[in-house]
């Protein structure tokens, strides 16, 4: 089945892209456990979204491995609870926190350098050690 759009921060995921089913939850239910379908799968087709720009979507591929089908898709199962709608909305949730981490762009690492009052107080210290160990070295006049 079909999703409504889903809006995180700026970007809204046009509901074609994403897709639903309900299957028998394996949680609590009583003697309707077996009669009804509660659990959802939500399905984002990853690859074939415009919503994203390129490194957003590397950046959530990386993201959800572990949620990848054979087909590119992210898939989010949700069966928190004994309703259908609830579960869908909780999928939803779990999709748009996804989505919402992979937006956020990582800070560039600037590469730092040791102060040269650090390095001077580390070539002093390595010093101080060396000439320890020698003044400890008796000597061998055997």
Same mark, same amino acid.
Request: aromatic fraction near 6%; charge should be positive.
């Given at each position: 089945m079909a999703s409504e759009a889903l809006?995180? #921060?700026a970007v809204v995921i046009p509901g074609s892209d994403l897709t639903w089913t309900a299957t028998r939850s394996s949680g609590p239910g009583g003697q309707n456990v077996n &009669?009804?379908?509660?659990?959802v799968e939500l399905?984002?087709?990853?690859? #074939?979204?415009?919503?994203?720009?390129g490194a957003a979507k590397t950046r959530l591929r990386t993201l959800a &491995? #572990?949620?990848?089908d054979a087909d590119g898709r992210i898939l989010i199962r949700s069966e928190r609870t004994r309703d259908r709608l609830q579960n869908l909305a909780d999928a939803r949730d779990k999709l748009g926190e996804l989505i919402a981490r992979a937006?956020?762009?990582? &800070?560039?690492?600037r590469p730092t350098r040791p102060s040269l009052r650090a390095h001077a107080r580390r070539v002093d210290e390595k010093r101080r050690q060396g000439s320890k160990k020698r003044d400890r070295q008796g000597s061998d006049a055997s």
């Open positions: 809006s995180v #921060g &009669k009804v379908s509660s659990r399905r984002f087709d990853l690859e #074939g979204t415009a919503a994203l720009s &491995k #572990g949620y990848l937006l956020v762009v990582p &800070k560039k690492r």
